[in-house]
């Protein structure tokens, strides 16, 4: 119950905090105290993550890992801000790559490790970051669409996802669904919270009747990304959980009552660029 209400408490303060936030990201000055957010939570997951590896024995040049992830991410907002730059992400992310390379060339050892974690952190935190403030800006390239509605829809169906799977593993769950990593979760939880995730999405479907052209999701796409993001969200959630376990952590930070920034956005990291994706190539 103590877990519960300490739940709870963070949520209702952290919704409080993101509808805040959102009813000023169209704000002309107020953009950039936004971006500059998102790449702080960005900088700040990429450490808890360079300490995973650290744990494992990696060693990073982390100011140059830190400072590729901050570039990387705020990369996102300027290609939304100017069609122009729509290529800026993946340039960021190239020139990075190159950097870290080239600061191995006068110390050879450890340069694999070194890369591969490097690569891939940026993969898995940078990059969905970023996409993050592509969703929320992008559409303003488009002025029928409002992304903030996408942002939020993205928000609501991820985390009542992990809700239903935390109360209906709680009250219903039997059968682990991956014991050696998370022995919290069941599998009577995780189809819990894919409902969880296809009603949340009917029922944007059924707010976007009456938005006009701000917001706009058919029933079948509703249907279909609110299964994507049910399944991909836990998988999210289970692939941060393993990295934990493997680095013999407990929570990605000590920060009070939340644990770490990682452990607030893992089921967001895959489930971001499936929006951004289809914001972008889909619709």
């Known amino acids: 119950m103590k877990d519960l209400r300490r739940r709870l408490s963070i949520s209702s303060v952290s919704v409080a905090a993101v509808v805040g936030l959102l009813s000023l990201t169209y704000h002309p000055w107020l953009q950039y105290v936004v971006v500059l957010l998102i790449a702080s939570l960005a900088a700040i997951a990429i450490w808890e993550y360079e300490q995973f590896a650290k ?16 570039l990387e991410t705020a990369a996102f907002y300027a290609a939304a ?26 110390q050879k050892d ?16 940078a990059v969905p970051m970023g996409m993050l403030l592509g969703v929320l800006y992008f559409p303003l390239l488009q002025s029928a669409h ?30 682990k669904l991956a014991p050696s990593i ?23 479907h059924l ?13 079948a796409e509703s249907l279909c990304l609110g299964l994507i993001l049910g399944c991909t969200g836990q998988f999210g959630d289970l692939s941060e959980s393993l990295l934990k376990r493997d680095a013999n952590k407990k929570d990605s930070n000590a920060l009070p009552g939340l644990g770490g920034v990682l452990d607030a956005v893992d089921s ?16």
């Open 182 to 204: 998370s022995p919290g979760k069941t599998v009577e939880g995780a189809v819990f919270g894919l409902v969880c995730a296809l009603a949340a999405s009917y029922g944007f």
């Open 81 to 106: 801000r100017a069609s122009y730059l729509h290529c800026l992400p993946l340039l960021i992310f190239f020139v990075g790559f190159l950097i870290l390379f080239a600061l191995h060339f006068r």
């Open 55 to 70: 744990a494992k024995g990696g060693q990073m040049i982390f100011p140059a890992l830190l400072a590729i992830t901050v």
């Open 146 to 175: 409002d992304g903030r509605w996408w942002v939020i829809y993205l928000l609501t169906v991820t985390k009542i996802t992990d809700v239903g799977a935390y109360f209906a593993g709680n009250l219903w769950g039997r059968r």
């Open 268 to 283: 967001l990291l895959f489930n971001v660029p499936i929006i951004y994706f289809y914001l972008v190539y889909v619709r």
């Open 110 to 125: 450890g340069a694999v490790v070194d890369l591969a974690v490097s690569s891939f952190g940026l993969l898995y935190i």
């Open 207 to 219: 707010l976007s009747e009456s938005m006009h052209a701000s917001f706009q999701l058919s029933a």
